[in-house]
């Protein structure tokens, strides 16, 4: 059973537009997300993190939005870059830091960026 | 800072053999992780260690084995090797009660 889902397998979009990234969630127990990026041939890199008290959390060009009824967030990316391609990530976790602390990752999506 | 090393990065086996993953880190974090990646599938935990002198199952343990050799090292070990096995391995680590992993760069394992 799934506890992260990321629907869409790849995205594409213009240079200076919006990106928007999609993951839903199913376990309650879940209180902290985060989105990795990862280009191919490297590890997974963080990118920006929200805590479920929190309902946004903005870092420069990248915004998370956290919908806890719907237990969905989303990753915008304003404007796109084509450095911005790669393959991002949601993760969540619950446990707070604690021993048994481990993140749930998605599929991943592939955005693409076109010049 | 190197951060999260792994060795090596690229490795063929023939089926049956063993081998073991190379994961260290220099960064005095407490916890650390093997995850494996594979196409269509994300990353998924093999196991983890909370701390030194402690191991526990992720989601997908089965055929592998691990060791919390210090604090600083945690390696992955494959007794008998199997095609399922091809992936690529992530191992990451995390400071006590931070919330965000530093990953390595990866070990791509080829199982024929």
């Known amino acids: 059973d799934q506890q992260v889902k990321q629907n869409s397998p790849s995205l594409s979009v213009q240079e200076g537009r919006i990106s928007i990234l999609n993951c839903d969630y199913t376990?309650?127990?879940?209180?902290?997300f985060l989105w990795y990026k990862k280009y191919p041939a490297e590890g997974p890199t963080f990118l920006i993190s929200?805590?479920?008290?929190?309902d946004k959390n903005e870092d420069g060009r990248f915004t998370v939005f956290l919908n806890k009824s719907a237990k969905h967030l989303s990753l915008h990316i304003v404007p796109s870059q084509p450095g911005d391609s790669a393959v991002y990530f949601c993760a969540a976790a619950g446990d707070s830091g604690g021993s048994n602390y481990k993140l749930t990752f998605g599929k991943g999506t592939l955005l693409t960026v076109n010049p | 800072n190197a951060g999260v090393t792994q060795t090596p990065k690229f490795q063929v086996l023939k089926t049956g053999q063993s081998m073991t993953l190379q994961c260290a880190q220099d960064?005095?974090?407490?916890?650390m992780y093997w995850y494996r990646q594979d196409p269509g599938m994300g990353l998924r935990l093999i196991y983890y260690s909370a701390s030194e002198g402690t191991t526990d199952k992720g989601e997908v343990p089965n055929g592998y084995n691990v060791s919390r050799l210090n604090k600083r090292e945690f390696s992955l070990r494959l007794e008998s090797a199997a095609p399922s096995q091809t992936s690529v391995y992530f191992c990451?680590?995390?400071?006590?009660?931070?919330?965000?992993?530093?990953f390595g760069s990866g070990t791509r394992l080829t199982v024929v």
């Open positions: 376990n309650s127990m879940f209180d902290y």
């Open positions: 990451a680590s995390r400071a006590g009660q931070g919330r965000g992993y530093t």
């Open positions: 960064m005095n974090h407490n916890s």
């Open positions: 929200i805590s479920s008290i929190k």
